[in-house]
């Protein structure tokens, strides 16, 4: 019977699947990037995983994460994705945080060392402390900008900060991150401007929110933060085995 990853092995190799079987893979905020994330590392053999996200899943979310069903809103993001791993792979490590992530507290999350850590958190002050934690920890980081009020999933690229163009998220951290010192960060964003919200006179009047609240959360589609979640795991299982292979070298 053929092993669950032999097709991957395909392409990789053995020694390539033994470099994703010892790896150890970080990722912050499980939702619709990191969610997708993680599945893609899961089913590419990464071997140990540490999944960081305070949140239930709620309603709202079945629309585009892949954890998020009728029958596990109201569950938490974290168990339910570390469920869905291990039901992938028996074999994998996974561990559940269902907590907030503090800058703070940057030592307890980063705690054992990372191959590779991915932010796909919410918050600006988490993105930063993340970048400046990782750069001082010599540890490589992939960060996934804005995929909110975004409809065209081809426009997603992979770059440094520092090349970022329009999206406002990635505005606020090349100014925040400069004025901490680092450097460089590898991040996926898309240079897709903003789609406008439906007017509300188009919005069933059972799903009109307060003005604030509807300037607050963008929207979203299934197709857009999926393949940015998908784009980092390709990008984190190719950096893992590139890496290697130049130690390997040298």
């Known amino acids: 019977m053929q092993d669950r990853f032999s097709r991957t092995e395909m392409l990789l190799g053995e020694p390539g699947m033994a470099i994703l079987k010892r790896a150890r893979v970080a990722i912050f905020g499980i939702g619709g990037v990191g969610s997708f994330a993680a599945e893609g590392l899961a089913r590419a053999g990464v071997g140990e995983l540490r999944l ?23 569950q938490s993001k974290v168990e339910v994705m570390k469920a869905r791993i291990l039901a992938i792979n028996p074999e994998a490590v996974v561990e559940a945080m269902a907590d907030v992530y503090r800058p703070e507290e940057a030592e ?70 400069r004025a901490r010192g680092v450097t460089r960060l590898k991040v996926v ?23 604030k609240r509807r300037r607050a959360i963008p929207g979203s589609i299934s197709f857009v933060p999926s393949v940015a979640g998908l784009i980092i795991a390709g990008e984190v299982v190719r950096d893992l085995i590139s890496g290697q292979e130049k130690e390997e070298r040298a």
């Open 189 to 211: 964003y898309s240079p897709e401007p903003p789609v406008k919200a439906a007017r509300e006179r188009d919005i069933p009047a059972r799903e009109i929110v307060p003005e």
């Open 52 to 74: 960081v996200d305070p949140d239930t899943i709620e309603r709202a979310n079945i629309n585009r994460q892949i954890h998020a069903l009728t029958e596990t809103v109201g």
């Open 108 to 177: 307890r999350f980063l705690a054992g060392g990372f191959d590779y850590v991915i932010d796909a958190v919410d918050t600006v002050t988490a993105k930063i402390s993340l970048a400046v934690e990782c750069q001082r920890r010599g540890v490589s980081l992939i960060s996934s900008m804005g995929t909110g009020n975004k409809l065209d999933p081809t426009q997603f690229q992979v770059t440094d900060i520092y090349a970022t163009r329009v999206c406002p998220l990635a505005k606020v951290m090349r100014r925040e991150l």
